[in-house]
């Protein structure tokens, strides 16, 4: 068994703007089961940074518990990272970019630590409107603990055992919407060429962005009467169509038919362009995302692509007026003003 | 729209039968998508092993080099005697076409050290003896003359011998070897490697006649032969026929037959100043032998730019280690001699002209130099010549004195008259003899058994996975970072002094592990199920040199080529196809820098991927399988 990755990489990798190449965004050898959906998504991160020219010492990686939190020590291994407590990696994200809004804050969580034990924190992150991009690795089981059914599970799943869930599954995205998301979008790990156009809109989007995705977990999850396999999952993939992301200063050069794209301008001057719509179905129509989401549940399809956009919402660092300077760049004297300040404030409470 | 129409059916991979009413005819659009690989062909795997595929024996690199590691130096020897016939001669002065060839020198720098490898094999093997093919003493009634006792006759002699061959073997030398011994410096071989490799084929219970010239093939023939094998060589060093030449000959020297001279040691001495002229490996050991016979200003001058030289690099920097300066771009003029004594040679300065891709040296209108010499050696080239063989036999040479030869079968064109080495198809090098001595020896096999020659025998081949466990192989996948070790040389103080005494030292056996730990296992497989793949591209996320893609086909293999998630540029280098998968995708791996590791098999969760060994061995004559 390999604990290392060799050292070596193809002579011919191109670089991006930075003049970093993949590998420079690359991880530890992952140490999940041979197959694992998350270990794509882990590829498909280390592809929308090195596509965005993202410098890697921008990015905090945040994660709970579980094995989709494992994942950060597979990808981006010169980025900041905080592996937390089981559930509430959101009240670190918090903490971490009230304190610093400079940095791209990358939540990793699965469907344990998020629609379980982290759903209190879950929720409450999305009112809040946090800057921060919110990945789900979604398999619909604890895959640690050897594959019992999570709370993301659909209602007549079969386990690897022939157990069938009798519960209710909760649906992320429609409970996100619900919640106020601005960025809501839903993909399968097993299509890159999806994800990755969805991960560099999300972590472009100025709010708080969920990403779900659809990560059959291959040793407990992947059998036949599971909902989120891979064959199950390719089949009744229902795609809202291509998403474009068009980075700041790119031109747009092909020419579309009228109705044929819809483009949205995100805060920091990309563009999304969503290609081959549905006539009822407008990204940035909140009902219309809830029917729609509500048919496809009825017909057992699973609705992929970004679900939901709206550019309108206002991060909680500009709710809250906070500092535009990290904490760790202000001096002493800005940050303990002194007794004057202090009793002039306190004066304010009278 | 008929087109579009025409595209979209030629994705499913038809065969489409289009009238073109126009011109009235019939076309035939044989249209494919690319097809899934046919790794049945013994030859595809067999190319993915660039070492193997690149030696003209076709010796399985890989699986000595890891033989080496494991310290079973006799069972690391006797594969290469088995392809190779001479291990540690090969191990010391092969031209070594493995090496530019070994896919390290394109992942980092520089290959892998195969060639020194093979002579630690050599070095450091056990007794053999009981390892030699068995002679039965029963003969099988037909007699063959091998002609010449260099590789390739030998080569010949120790393929023929384990069949029942009454074998006669004739050569003018004292001893048998060939070049290897009158023109590869001892310094570089020593006589004892090269008399117990000789020496091993002899008492297969081979007749050698040496001293023995043979001055007639029609006399030879008239013995009653049922074959003849010509493995004379190239022995004929050429002349510089220029002003002067033969005024001064007694100092000016034809560098083969000097070499072959001071080898059989008629010759001790040489001038204190010594112009080498030639820029081949001859030259190399020209100078270097004269160096260790009292040359004490030697030069190499040679016509063409220093980088196109023919020297192998290696050779060239051992003789720039051993103070010799090597000037190129100097085209000899004349050799100047005063009151009947050689002076030196006058040179023409010239600089290389490249037109339409060829090369012409350009006279730079500079002055002409003057390099002082007592002896110059003449290493310009070697020729073949047949003085011997009456041209009435019906043995057909072409314009410039070569015999006509099948270059697959080794046979003239008098029947049961084969040729190999050097004397077939021009001067190569030792391996090469060695494996035209097979082919030729596989012709002599079939002839005498009365079957058609153009029969070739197939290779031997084994695929075999090395699957120990879940994520264990029988082999060591770790890929080493090490950048190769350089082999030790003896002291020049003491090398110089004396002729015999070998420079190079040979690995020792901890940098010998480490050595052989850097090759890659290329024969180790990446063998590909499509039917077990489920699509997860965990291969293609973990390939650390990004080999592995899933796309869509193309209709032909440029345009696959471009789609790759690193386009597959090295053309040299093919890629494995696989059938269409459950999404209408294919996998494409492009083979040129796929370092072996086994990694995608290790994170393949359907064993789709396994990693399994090719060993490939050309066949010999009369199928016989020597370890």
Same mark, same amino acid.
């Given at each position: 068994?390999?604990?290392?990755?060799?050292?070596?990489?193809?002579?011919?990798?191109?670089?991006?703007?930075?003049?970093?190449?993949?590998?420079?965004?690359?991880?530890?050898?992952?140490?999940?089961?041979?197959?694992?959906?998350?270990?794509?998504?882990?590829?498909?991160?280390?592809?929308?940074?090195?596509?965005?020219?993202?410098?890697?010492?921008?990015?905090?990686?945040?994660?709970?518990?579980?094995?989709?939190?494992?994942?950060?020590?597979?990808?981006?291994?010169?980025?900041?990272?905080?592996?937390?407590?089981?559930?509430?990696?959101?009240?670190?994200?918090?903490?971490?970019?009230?304190?610093?809004?400079?940095?791209?804050?990358?939540?990793?969580?699965?469907?344990?630590?998020?629609?379980?034990?982290?759903?209190?924190?879950?929720?409450?992150?999305?009112?809040?409107?946090?800057?921060?991009?919110?990945?789900?690795?979604?398999?619909?089981?604890?895959?640690?603990?050897?594959?019992?059914?999570?709370?993301?599970?659909?209602?007549?799943?079969?386990?690897?055992?022939?157990?069938?869930?009798?519960?209710?599954?909760?649906?992320?995205?429609?409970?996100?919407?619900?919640?106020?998301?601005?960025?809501?979008?839903?993909?399968?790990?097993?299509?890159?060429?999806?994800?990755?156009?969805?991960?560099?809109?999300?972590?472009?989007?100025?709010?708080?962005?969920?990403?779900?995705?659809?990560?059959?977990?291959?040793?407990?999850?992947?059998?036949?009467?599971?909902?989120?396999?891979?064959?199950?999952?390719?089949?009744?993939?229902?795609?809202?169509?291509?998403?474009?992301?068009?980075?700041?200063?790119?031109?747009?050069?092909?020419?579309?038919?009228?109705?044929?794209?819809?483009?949205?301008?995100?805060?920091?001057?990309?563009?999304?362009?969503?290609?081959?719509?549905?006539?009822?179905?407008?990204?940035?129509?909140?009902?219309?995302?809830?029917?729609?989401?509500?048919?496809?549940?009825?017909?057992?399809?699973?609705?992929?692509?970004?679900?939901?956009?709206?550019?309108?919402?206002?991060?909680?660092?500009?709710?809250?007026?906070?500092?535009?300077?990290?904490?760790?760049?202000?001096?002493?004297?800005?940050?303990?003003?002194?007794?004057?300040?202090?009793?002039?404030?306190?004066?304010?409470?009278? | 729209?008929?087109?579009?129409?025409?595209?979209?059916?030629?994705?499913?991979?038809?065969?489409?039968?289009?009238?073109?009413?126009?011109?009235?005819?019939?076309?035939?659009?044989?249209?494919?998508?690319?097809?899934?690989?046919?790794?049945?062909?013994?030859?595809?795997?067999?190319?993915?092993?660039?070492?193997?595929?690149?030696?003209?024996?076709?010796?399985?690199?890989?699986?000595?080099?890891?033989?080496?590691?494991?310290?079973?130096?006799?069972?690391?020897?006797?594969?290469?005697?088995?392809?190779?016939?001479?291990?540690?001669?090969?191990?010391?002065?092969?031209?070594?076409?493995?090496?530019?060839?070994?896919?390290?020198?394109?992942?980092?720098?520089?290959?892998?050290?195969?060639?020194?490898?093979?002579?630690?094999?050599?070095?450091?093997?056990?007794?053999?003896?009981?390892?030699?093919?068995?002679?039965?003493?029963?003969?099988?009634?037909?007699?063959?003359?091998?002609?010449?006792?260099?590789?390739?006759?030998?080569?010949?002699?120790?393929?023929?011998?384990?069949?029942?061959?009454?074998?006669?073997?004739?050569?003018?030398?004292?001893?048998?070897?060939?070049?290897?011994?009158?023109?590869?410096?001892?310094?570089?071989?020593?006589?004892?490697?090269?008399?117990?490799?000789?020496?091993?084929?002899?008492?297969?219970?081979?007749?050698?006649?040496?001293?023995?010239?043979?001055?007639?093939?029609?006399?030879?023939?008239?013995?009653?032969?049922?074959?003849?094998?010509?493995?004379?060589?190239?022995?004929?060093?050429?002349?510089?026929?220029?002003?002067?030449?033969?005024?001064?000959?007694?100092?000016?020297?034809?560098?083969?037959?000097?070499?072959?001279?001071?080898?059989?040691?008629?010759?001790?001495?040489?001038?204190?100043?010594?112009?080498?002229?030639?820029?081949?490996?001859?030259?190399?050991?020209?100078?270097?032998?004269?160096?260790?016979?009292?040359?004490?200003?030697?030069?190499?001058?040679?016509?063409?730019?220093?980088?196109?030289?023919?020297?192998?690099?290696?050779?060239?920097?051992?003789?720039?280690?051993?103070?010799?300066?090597?000037?190129?771009?100097?085209?000899?003029?004349?050799?100047?001699?005063?009151?009947?004594?050689?002076?030196?040679?006058?040179?023409?300065?010239?600089?290389?002209?490249?037109?339409?891709?060829?090369?012409?040296?350009?006279?730079?209108?500079?002055?002409?130099?003057?390099?002082?010499?007592?002896?110059?050696?003449?290493?310009?080239?070697?020729?073949?010549?047949?003085?011997?063989?009456?041209?009435?036999?019906?043995?057909?040479?072409?314009?410039?004195?070569?015999?006509?030869?099948?270059?697959?079968?080794?046979?003239?064109?008098?029947?049961?008259?084969?040729?190999?080495?050097? /004397? !077939? @198809?021009?001067? *190569?090098?030792?391996?090469? =003899?060695?494996?035209?001595?097979?082919?030729?020896?596989? #012709?002599?096999? %079939?002839?005498?058994?009365?079957?058609?020659?153009?029969?070739?025998?197939?290779?031997?081949?084994?695929?075999?996975?090395?699957?120990?466990?879940?994520?264990?192989?029988?082999?060591?996948?770790?890929?080493?970072?090490?950048?190769?070790?350089?082999?030790?040389?003896?002291?020049?103080?003491?090398?110089?002094?004396?002729?015999?005494?070998?420079?190079?030292?040979?690995?020792?056996?901890?940098?010998?592990?480490?050595?052989?730990?850097?090759?890659?296992?290329?024969?180790?497989?990446?063998?590909?199920?499509?039917?077990?793949?489920?699509?997860?591209?965990?291969?293609?996320?973990?390939?650390?040199?990004?080999?592995?893609?899933?796309?869509?086909?193309?209709?032909?293999? /440029? !345009? @696959?080529?471009? *789609?790759?998630?690193?386009? =597959?540029?090295?053309?040299?280098?093919?890629?494995?196809? #696989?059938?269409? %998968?459950?999404?209408?995708?294919?996998?494409?791996?492009?083979?040129?820098?796929?370092?072996?590791?086994?990694?995608?098999?290790?994170?393949?969760?359907?064993?789709?991927?396994?990693?399994?060994?090719?060993?490939?061995?050309?066949?010999?004559?009369?199928?016989?399988?020597?370890?």
């Amino acid at each position: 068994m390999s604990y290392t990755k060799p050292v070596f990489h193809h002579p011919h990798l191109t670089k991006n703007e930075l003049g970093y190449t993949k590998k420079d965004y690359e991880g530890s050898l992952s140490t999940l089961c041979a197959g694992c959906g998350h270990d794509s998504i882990s590829a498909a991160i280390v592809e929308a940074c090195f596509e965005l020219n993202i410098e890697p010492h921008r990015v905090a990686k945040l994660s709970g518990i579980g094995c989709s939190s494992k994942t950060p020590a597979y990808f981006l291994n010169n980025s900041h990272g905080f592996n937390s407590v089981h559930g509430r990696m959101p009240s670190i994200a918090t903490g971490a970019n009230l304190a610093n809004r400079d940095l791209i804050y990358l939540g990793v969580s699965g469907d344990g630590d998020t629609a379980s034990i982290g759903m209190g924190q879950f929720c409450h992150v999305i009112r809040r409107n946090l800057n921060m991009i919110y990945v789900v690795m979604n398999n619909g089981c604890y895959g640690l603990t050897k594959g019992q059914d999570s709370a993301t599970a659909d209602k007549g799943s079969k386990a690897k055992a022939g157990n069938v869930n009798p519960y209710e599954g909760i649906d992320l995205c429609g409970l996100a919407i619900e919640l106020g998301a601005t960025f809501v979008a839903q993909s399968f790990s097993g299509d890159k060429s999806q994800l990755i156009p969805i991960l560099k809109a999300a972590m472009s989007h100025k709010g708080f962005a969920l990403v779900n995705v659809i990560s059959p977990c291959v040793t407990f999850n992947n059998n036949v009467g599971s909902t989120k396999s891979y064959d199950y999952v390719r089949e009744h993939n229902e795609s809202l169509g291509r998403v474009d992301f068009v980075p700041l200063g790119e031109e747009i050069t092909t020419q579309y038919e009228a109705g044929e794209v819809k483009e949205v301008k995100l805060h920091n001057g990309s563009e999304v362009l969503f290609h081959k719509l549905r006539q009822d179905f407008d990204p940035e129509n909140k009902i219309e995302v809830i029917n729609a989401l509500q048919k496809a549940r009825s017909q057992n399809e699973i609705l992929t692509g970004i679900l939901y956009l709206d550019n309108s919402g206002v991060e909680l660092n500009d709710l809250l007026n906070t500092t535009e300077v990290p904490l760790n760049q202000l001096s002493e004297k800005e940050l303990c003003p002194g007794s004057a300040v202090l009793s002039e404030i306190n004066q304010g409470y009278r | 729209m008929i087109w579009g129409k025409i595209m979209w059916i030629t994705k499913l991979q038809c065969l489409l039968l289009l009238t073109c009413a126009k011109m009235e005819q019939l076309w035939i659009i044989n249209y494919t998508c690319m097809e899934r690989t046919n790794v049945n062909n013994p030859e595809y795997y067999h190319k993915v092993v660039d070492c193997q595929y690149a030696c003209p024996a076709h010796t399985p690199v890989p699986e000595y080099i890891r033989l080496i590691a494991a310290g079973k130096y006799t069972e690391a020897y006797m594969v290469n005697w088995e392809s190779n016939v001479f291990p540690g001669v090969l191990g010391r002065t092969c031209d070594r076409p493995c090496e530019p060839a070994c896919r390290r020198g394109r992942v980092e720098e520089e290959p892998v050290a195969i060639c020194r490898l093979k002579r630690v094999a050599a070095d450091h093997k056990s007794s053999i003896q009981h390892l030699l093919p068995s002679i039965p003493e029963q003969k099988n009634g037909k007699r063959v003359a091998l002609v010449g006792g260099g590789p390739a006759s030998l080569t010949v002699a120790r393929d023929l011998a384990p069949l029942g061959y009454e074998i006669d073997l004739y050569d003018d030398q004292m001893k048998g070897g060939g070049m290897m011994r009158s023109q590869i410096p001892s310094f570089r071989l020593p006589a004892e490697v090269l008399d117990e490799e000789v020496d091993q084929i002899l008492n297969l219970g081979i007749s050698a006649h040496f001293n023995t010239r043979v001055n007639s093939l029609r006399d030879l023939m008239a013995k009653g032969y049922d074959a003849v094998f010509v493995g004379t060589g190239a022995p004929k060093g050429k002349d510089l026929e220029i002003p002067g030449r033969h005024d001064a000959g007694a100092n000016i020297h034809i560098g083969i037959q000097w070499l072959a001279s001071v080898a059989f040691e008629h010759i001790h001495q040489i001038g204190k100043k010594v112009i080498v002229l030639g820029g081949g490996n001859t030259a190399m050991d020209c100078c270097r032998t004269a160096r260790r016979l009292g040359g004490e200003q030697v030069k190499v001058v040679v016509r063409s730019p220093f980088a196109e030289m023919k020297a192998s690099p290696w050779e060239k920097e051992d003789a720039m280690h051993e103070d010799i300066p090597i000037i190129d771009n100097h085209v000899p003029k004349s050799f100047v001699v005063e009151n009947g004594k050689l002076k030196g040679v006058m040179f023409e300065k010239v600089s290389p002209v490249y037109e339409d891709g060829k090369r012409k040296l350009k006279p730079t209108g500079e002055p002409d130099v003057l390099i002082e010499a007592d002896d110059v050696l003449i290493a310009i080239g070697q020729e073949n010549t047949f003085p011997w063989i009456e041209r009435d036999l019906g043995l057909e040479f072409d314009q410039w004195g070569m015999p006509i030869i099948n270059p697959h079968n080794f046979a003239s064109t008098v029947k049961g008259v084969f040729f190999g080495g050097d /004397a !077939a @198809l021009g001067p *190569k090098n030792i391996i090469t =003899a060695v494996a035209q001595g097979h082919e030729a020896a596989i #012709s002599i096999d %079939l002839y005498c058994q009365g079957k058609d020659l153009n029969e070739r025998l197939e290779p031997r081949t084994k695929l075999q996975s090395t699957k120990m466990g879940i994520h264990e192989w029988s082999y060591d996948n770790y890929v080493a970072a090490d950048l190769r070790y350089a082999v030790p040389q003896a002291d020049k103080s003491e090398t110089l002094r004396d002729r015999k005494k070998e420079v190079e030292l040979g690995f020792d056996l901890k940098t010998a592990f480490k050595e052989a730990q850097r090759c890659f296992n290329c024969d180790v497989q990446t063998v590909f199920a499509d039917d077990k793949c489920i699509e997860c591209d965990a291969c293609m996320d973990i390939c650390p040199t990004s080999c592995i893609t899933f796309t869509y086909n193309e209709e032909d293999e /440029a !345009a @696959l080529r471009q *789609k790759l998630l690193v386009p =597959a540029l090295n053309l040299e280098q093919d890629l494995l196809v #696989s059938g269409p %998968l459950k999404t209408g995708k294919v996998m494409v791996k492009d083979e040129d820098v796929c370092l072996h590791c086994g990694l995608c098999a290790e994170r393949c969760p359907t064993a789709a991927w396994d990693m399994q060994k090719y060993l490939y061995n050309t066949a010999k004559a009369g199928h016989h399988c020597y370890v």
